[in-house]
């Protein structure tokens, strides 16, 4: 089964740079089978890992930024993939 694991965060207005930098740095414990970064506006961040494992397995994920980049908490979800779409 995949399962893609989606943390946001949103960063102080002006810190969107740092909060970009801070995410992209952050290894985890174990390599998941895909990683992407992708930004927004207000200075948010989105960070999707994808893994093989079961829905409930515990996986890593990205850990809560220092206080002064983020204006407020993470936001987390998982998903299960319900398969591929047709093109």
């Given amino acids: 089964m995949t399962v893609a694991l989606m943390w946001e965060a949103r960063a102080v ?8 930098a801070w995410a992209r740095a952050q290894r985890l414990p174990r390599r998941p089978v895909r990683r992407e970064t992708f930004r927004a506006p207000q200075d948010r961040v989105l960070v999707i890992t994808w893994w093989d494992a079961a829905y409930d397995e515990e996986l890593p994920e990205l850990p809560e930024p220092a206080g002064d980049v ?8 998982r998903f299960e993939s319900a398969g591929a779409d047709p093109a």
Wanted: hydrophobic share 30%.
């Fill in 13 to 20: 207005p002006g810190r969107g740079d740092d909060l970009l």
């Fill in 70 to 77: 983020v204006s407020r908490p993470v936001h987390r979800w």
